[in-house]
């Protein structure tokens, strides 16, 4: 390829950069114009409230072996499966058993240890949690 062919490969590149960033320009001054407009509908209902910075709601880092929502409705069918509370350890096993994941692979076993776990404590409202002889158990109510 000589020096020619390149340069015009990098100009057209160039150009199509450019072009993308003058749409997302575009696009931000919409958005700061609806902005704008939810902020002025927001004083027309409630003079009082004064223009507050906008809270940002970070997304969500979702991992490798659940769909969103999906953690939470398989450790629903384990809990209902079982006669008494679970344990979290065997709840984080029953999952995984059923997920398919390994259950010798340590690492693995740990980090669906934290979402199972993250997981209960989200569910309060329909997942009872209960505590003897320091050990935490896990029921559906």
Not at 81 to 91: W, Y
Not at 110 to 132: F, G, M, P, Q
């Amino acid at each position: 390829m000589s020096a020619r062919e390149i340069i015009s490969a990098l100009r057209d590149k160039r150009s199509e950069l450019a072009d993308a960033i003058a749409e997302l320009e575009r696009q931000v001054d919409r958005q700061r114009a609806d902005l704008g407009h939810v902020d002025a509908t927001i004083r027309l209902f409630d003079p009082s409230i004064e223009d507050e910075a906008p809270r940002s709601t970070a997304p969500r880092a979702h991992n490798n072996w659940f769909r969103p929502g999906e953690c939470r409705r398989r450790i629903y069918d384990v809990l209902r499966e079982a006669t008494e509370p679970m344990t979290t350890r065997d709840v984080v096993a029953g999952v995984m058993k059923a997920k398919g994941l390994p259950a010798d692979d340590a690492r693995t076993r740990e980090l669906v240890h934290k979402t199972v776990l993250c997981s209960l404590n989200r569910a309060r409202d329909t997942i009872e949690r209960s505590e003897a002889a320091g050990v935490t158990a896990w029921r559906v109510i």
